[in-house]
Every structure is written in structure tokens, then in C-alpha cells.
């Protein structure tokens, strides 16, 4: 893929992951908690902390420009 290919996918997953930051599906529920103690909205922003950092390494390999020196 191209450096630009990659920049695209990189600018989409920004917008997904901006969008999905607000849990809005698990508004005004109280669902129990995962394995009895970790609460859901909790469990959800460590998943997605998880994913913007992999978005993270994803950007530092392929969009990121390498020094050329000027």
C-alpha cells in the first residue's frame, strides 16, 4: 500500500474511534458487571483505549513521514 492508502485508513479509523469514545448504546442501562465486579462502561474504555493505542502504532509505521534530513 501506498503512504497515502495508508494516511486514508489511518483518517477513517480517527473518525470511527472519535465516534465510538461516546458508549451512547449503553446509555441510562445498568447492565451487570463482567466477571462480577468489572463494570461495563469500564471494560468498554479499556477496549477502546486499547485500540487507539494500537491506532497509535499503526500511525508511527506506516503515515508517519520519515526524516529525510531538510
Do not use: C, E, K
Amino acid at each position: 500500500m501506498t503512504r497515502r492508502q495508508h494516511r486514508r485508513i489511518f483518517w477513517v479509523l480517527v473518525v470511527v474511534l472519535a465516534a465510538l469514545h461516546v458508549d451512547f448504546f449503553n446509555h441510562g442501562t445498568s447492565p451487570p458487571p463482567i466477571f462480577g465486579w468489572l463494570p461495563v462502561d469500564l471494560a468498554y474504555h479499556m477496549v477502546w483505549v486499547i485500540a487507539a493505542a494500537a491506532l497509535v502504532l499503526y500511525f508511527t509505521r506506516y503515515v508517519w513521514r520519515d526524516y529525510d534530513g531538510s
